[in-house]
């Protein structure tokens, strides 16, 4: 039997790359017997607004928590290994504070010289070109990125599945741009969602591609950034990895954190809101956050 818990702290929209509205999440969460949930679009607080506007006309006894799910790239070059790449989670910060914009407007720069970049290797390489209202939809987008240019190659038929469309292009063509467009370093993340007054989450760990002892130490220096929790409950994660991830968060004096990263059934269909497999998961970062906002 499916079970749930009563929050979820890792959720997107379709400000950024989700199926579904703000609206429609609250609505659902609502109708799985959740009470707390925060919405975590990649790179855009448009979903967290929206959620304050619409609950300021709409009450609602369900606990929202405004995040974001930033893209960085990782500084220090021990810790690098397969993957240089990182999400970080940002909860509870002032949405209004001046720096947010800018950077999330740099990221949508980045991600902008990434795709074109990517285009021109996709054409010049492989021979494929996609119209070009095709190609103006996706950078219309408040966030865009390689699964936007997988879709299309699903679409028009040079593969059968999202898996094929990296494995066969997108891996080869973000490997020769990688390291030709600007970057915006986990420190510069981490410190901007603390001077807005907010706490800072690692997101799903795995996806580093560390191994384990190597992700501990990244961890330690994450935290001596400023980082507050580690995503230790996540889909991609099994049980004797999420153990381990909560032991450090007690040994490092860290908040635990989860949620179902979820998508919709079309973008992740394995990804279900509010589901886990694990009775027993206590998570301590959003009972922190509502916690201080009593005081």
Same mark, same amino acid.
């Given at each position: 039997?499916?079970?749930?818990?009563? $929050?979820?702290?890792?959720?997107? $929209?379709?400000?950024?790359?989700?199926?579904?509205?703000?609206?429609?999440?609250?609505?659902?969460?609502?109708?799985?017997?959740?009470?707390?949930?925060?919405?975590?679009?990649? !790179?855009?607080? #448009?979903?967290?607004?929206?959620?304050?506007?619409?609950?300021?006309?709409?009450?609602?006894?369900?606990?929202?928590?405004?995040?974001?799910?930033?893209?960085?790239?990782?500084?220090?070059?021990?810790?690098?290994?397969?993957?240089?790449?990182?999400?970080?989670?940002?909860?509870?910060? !002032?949405?209004?504070?001046?720096?947010?914009?800018?950077?999330?407007?740099?990221?949508?720069?980045?991600?902008?010289?990434? *795709?074109?970049?990517?285009?021109?290797?996709?054409?010049?390489?492989?021979?494929?070109?996609?119209?070009?209202?095709?190609? #103006?939809?996706?950078?219309?987008?408040?966030?865009?990125?390689?699964?936007?240019?997988?879709?299309?190659?699903?679409?028009?038929?040079?593969?059968?599945?999202?898996?094929?469309?990296?494995?066969?292009?997108?891996?080869?063509?973000?490997?020769?741009?990688?390291? $030709?467009?600007?970057?915006?370093?986990?420190?510069?993340?981490?410190?901007?969602?603390?001077?807005?007054?907010?706490?800072?989450?690692?997101?799903?760990? *795995?996806?580093?591609?560390?191994?384990?002892?190597?992700?501990?130490?990244?961890?330690?220096?994450? #935290?001596?950034?400023?980082?507050?929790?580690?995503?230790?409950?996540?889909?991609?994660?099994?049980?004797?990895?999420?153990?381990?991830?909560?032991?450090?968060?007690?040994?490092?004096?860290?908040? *635990?954190?989860?949620?179902?990263?979820?998508?919709?059934?079309?973008?992740?269909?394995?990804?279900?809101?509010?589901?886990?497999?694990?009775?027993?998961?206590?998570?301590?970062?959003?009972?922190?956050?509502?916690?201080?906002?009593?005081?």
């Amino acid at each position: 039997m499916t079970k749930y818990i009563d $929050t979820d702290m890792h959720i997107h $929209t379709t400000a950024s790359d989700g199926e579904y509205s703000p609206e429609y999440i609250h609505d659902k969460i609502k109708m799985l017997g959740l009470n707390t949930f925060a919405i975590t679009d990649h !790179d855009t607080i #448009k979903g967290a607004k929206e959620m304050v506007d619409y609950l300021e006309n709409n009450p609602s006894m369900l606990n929202f928590i405004p995040g974001i799910e930033l893209t960085a790239s990782v500084k220090p070059k021990r810790f690098k290994a397969q993957k240089n790449r990182l999400h970080i989670l940002g909860y509870e910060f !002032d949405l209004d504070y001046p720096a947010i914009m800018p950077i999330v407007a740099k990221r949508k720069e980045i991600d902008y010289l990434s *795709i074109s970049r990517q285009l021109r290797i996709l054409k010049k390489q492989y021979k494929i070109e996609f119209p070009k209202e095709d190609i #103006k939809q996706i950078y219309q987008k408040n966030n865009f990125g390689r699964n936007d240019i997988a879709r299309l190659l699903l679409m028009y038929g040079y593969v059968k599945s999202r898996n094929e469309a990296f494995d066969k292009y997108l891996i080869n063509t973000h490997e020769q741009v990688r390291e $030709t467009i600007p970057k915006i370093y986990d420190e510069e993340v981490i410190a901007l969602i603390k001077e807005a007054g907010g706490y800072v989450s690692l997101a799903h760990p *795995i996806s580093l591609r560390l191994d384990l002892d190597t992700l501990k130490e990244y961890i330690k220096y994450l #935290k001596s950034l400023g980082m507050d929790s580690i995503e230790v409950y996540h889909p991609h994660h099994n049980h004797e990895f999420s153990k381990a991830l909560k032991r450090l968060a007690h040994d490092e004096d860290m908040l *635990i954190s989860g949620g179902s990263d979820y998508h919709g059934p079309h973008v992740k269909p394995k990804l279900h809101l509010g589901v886990h497999q694990n009775k027993n998961k206590v998570l301590t970062l959003n009972k922190h956050i509502l916690e201080n906002r009593k005081k």
